[in-house]
Nanobody, 113 residues
Framework: QVQLVESGGGLVQPGGSLRLSCVVSGSRVSISGMGWYRQAPDNQRELVATIATNGMPTYADFVKGRFNISRTVAENTVYLTMNNLKPEDTAVYYC???????WGQGTQVTVSS
């Protein structure tokens, strides 16, 4: 069974940084496209970034230049490094195995002074 477990969320001031982690079990990140999504209160869940099986990343326009998605095959973990955070980045962030129904439980990111 595939399980995705996120961690790394928290409270950070505007302009700060966080790194989210998603530990994957039951599937290998090297042969699975993976993605990070987020959902703010009263908003729909939206795509933030993806990383393809060949390691190629894609980003939503609103995070380009600030966020970086990466993975470590040995640890079977996907990361989302978030820099220059803004209050509008406040949301629950979810890890997702693309083309599947597998999602993590989410980790809260709050950007506030």
């Amino acid at each position: 069974q595939v399980q995705l477990v996120e961690s790394g969320g928290g409270l950070v001031q505007p302009g700060g940084s966080l790194r989210l982690s998603c530990v994957v079990s039951g599937s290998r990140v090297s042969i699975s496209g993976m993605g990070w999504y987020r959902q703010a209160p009263d908003n729909q869940r939206e795509l933030v970034a993806t990383i393809a099986t060949n390691g190629m990343p894609t980003y939503a326009d609103f995070v380009k230049g600030r966020f970086n998605i990466s993975r470590t095959v040995a640890e079977n973990t996907v990361y989302l490094t978030m820099n220059n955070l803004k209050p509008e980045d406040t949301a629950v962030y979810y890890c997702h195995k693309l083309e599947s129904n597998y999602w993590g439980q989410g980790t809260q990111v709050t950007v506030s002074s």
